[in-house]
């Protein structure tokens, strides 16, 4: 009777320190588990997130802003997309016009250039802004337009280039 009692008491005391242990192991793998977890989660959407938004922010910043603090030297290494068809010195035409002042130069500058005339149905003159837009997207900009040139994506290389251009006989 006193040995079973005693024996009754020793495991009832083994049984709940192995229980309290085993909570407290629990506990500790949630614990674990979803700071675990979180911390994951709120990485990739950091990330995903990050990564995603700035490309829109990019694009929503006006395109004003942007040119106000653009590089022409960065624009410079741009330029090599358009030399194949233009050159920079006045009146020198290839597949395309020159591009000598172009910046604020009224459009279709050129007698002795045989323009499709798209660009005049566009614009009066390739102001920065004016270019920024035919530099995106060329044929949305003036449909019919003799320039086969797809566009340039980033507003940010379009206002360094157009930076650049401003620096050439304006
Ligand atoms: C595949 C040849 C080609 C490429 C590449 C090209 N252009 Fe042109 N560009 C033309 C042609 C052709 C015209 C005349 C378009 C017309 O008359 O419709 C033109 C016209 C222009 C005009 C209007 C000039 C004026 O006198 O009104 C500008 C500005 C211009 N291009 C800028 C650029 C810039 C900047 C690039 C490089 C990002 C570029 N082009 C790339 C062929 C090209």
Known sequence: MFDTMTTTKIIGGLCSTFLVFLLGAWLAEEIYHSGGHYGEQAYVIEVEGAEGEEVEVVEE???SVVYASASAADGEALWRGCRSCHALESGQHGTGPALYGVVNRPVQFYDDFNYSGALAE????????????????????????????????????????????????G
């Not at 340039?152 to 930076?163: G, K, T």
């Open 61 to 63: 910043v006006p395109f």
């Open 122 to 169: 566009a614009t009066d003159v390739w102001t920065p802004e004016e270019l920024n837009a035919f530099l995106e997207n060329p044929r949305g900009y003036a449909p019919g337009t003799a320039m086969s040139y797809n566009g340039m994506r980033a507003v940010e290389d379009r206002a360094n280039l157009i930076a650049y251009l401003a620096t050439i006989g």
